[in-house]
Nanobody, 124 residues
Framework: QVQLVESGGGLVQAGGSLRLSCAASGRTFSRYTMGWFRQAPGKEREFVAAILWSSGSTYYADSVKGRFTISRDNAKNTVYLEMNSMKPEDTAVYYC?????????????????WGQGTQVTVSS
């Protein structure tokens, strides 16, 4: 079975940094898009970033561009989200997801697999 397990969430002060990890298992992801989404209390789930596993091409939401970096480690089968210059508005549950697509996917309903989520809280 495909499993995505997020880790690395926690509490950080505004301006600080965190790195989230998504350990992927169950199949080869060479033809997948890997994405990060987040959902804050009372708000809809929103796209954060995505990476095409095969090429490493990356895509970001405007709200995080220049602050967050998505990457993958082929040897570890892991996707990362490096978050810098964090703001209280970044507070949310962050989810790792995988879509069976070789082109970028930004719509959450197009993703096939989801992790359990990890809480990120940014204090002011």
């Amino acid at each position: 079975q495909v499993q995505l397990v997020e880790s690395g969430g926690g509490l950080v002060q505004a301006g600080g940094s965190l790195r989230l990890s998504c350990a992927a298992s169950g199949r080869t992801f060479s033809r997948y898009t890997m994405g990060w989404f987040r959902q804050a209390p009372g708000k809809e789930r929103e796209f954060v970033a995505a990476i095409l596993w095969s090429s490493g091409s990356t895509y970001y939401a405007d709200s995080v561009k220049g602050r967050f970096t998505i990457s993958r480690d082929n040897a570890k089968n892991t996707v990362y989200l490096e978050m810098n210059s964090m703001k209280p508005e970044d507070t949310a549950v962050y989810y790792c997801a995988a879509a069976s697509s070789i082109v970028v996917v930004r719509r959450g309903d197009k993703y096939d697999y989801w992790g359990q989520g990890t809480q990120v809280t940014v204090s002011s």
